[in-house]
Structures are given as C-alpha cells and as structure tokens.
C-alpha cells in the first residue's frame, strides 16, 4: 500500500498491478484538537488521544498559541493513549518557550517520559489545581 504523504486520508494499493484509491479511516482520538479551558489565569490544554508525527500539529499549535498568550500553560496528559519522540520533543520546546506544567500524565506518558530522563526536567503534578497553585 502506497500512502500520499501530504493527504494522509487517501492512499493505494495494488490488486492485481492495478493501483486504486483507499480511503483510510483515523480514529476520532488521532490528531484531533485538544481541549482548552482557562483556570487561575493558566490555560489548560487537555490532550487525549494518541500522538505521533503525523498527529501532532494540532496540539502544537495550542501549546504554542497559549505559551504567547498565558503566563502559565498546563497540559493534561491523562487521557493520552500513545506517545512517541514527536509528543517528547513537542514537551521539551513547549518547557524552554516558557511556564509548562504536565498533570496526571497516563501510564504510558509516565513511561517515556522515565525512560527519556524528561521527568527530572518537566514539572509534573497530579492535578491542575496542584499546577496552578505551584
């Protein structure tokens, strides 16, 4: 099967050295906008879902918007199900642009993030008022 990188919803396959379309089917958790809400003056983002490459870029630009709007940004990684070096990377930047403070990151989170050594550099608490108190 052959993917068109730049429309991820469209690909083909060879069924007998014919090339036809696909459509693919993407999970509603996979690259969809988080949620975000103000708190104490933070801006909360409340990610789900999973995170990868290609899923990426929504949560991105809200961690981005908020970093130039907010002083404190909060992301809730609770409800994150999968992720992988992009989320990572996505974390690291968002904590050197400014205030960034992860809560209650999933099992899986909690795991990367142990296994990259980012936990003894991201501030991380269990809930958004212990972020937004701190």
Not at 12 to 32: C, F, H, K, M, W
Not at 101 to 110: K, L
Request: hydrophobic residues 45%; aromatic residues 8%.
């Amino acid at each position: 099967m052959f993917c068109n990188e730049t429309a991820l919803s469209t690909c083909t396959s060879s069924v007998g050295g014919i090339l036809t379309p696909q459509r693919i089917t993407v999970d509603a958790s996979y690259g969809s906008a988080p949620r975000q809400y103000e708190y104490r003056g933070a801006w909360v983002i409340a990610a789900s879902g999973e995170y990868d490459l290609a899923s990426i870029a929504p949560l991105r630009e809200a961690l981005q918007a908020a970093a130039r709007k907010y002083p404190m940004v909060v992301l809730d990684a609770s409800a994150v199900t999968f992720a992988d070096s992009a989320f990572l990377n996505l974390l690291i930047l968002a904590h050197q642009t400014g205030p960034l403070c992860i809560v209650a990151p999933s099992r899986q989170v909690r795991r990367l993030f142990q296994v990259s050594g980012v936990d003894s550099v991201l501030k991380i608490r269990q809930t958004v008022t212990d972020a937004t108190a701190s």
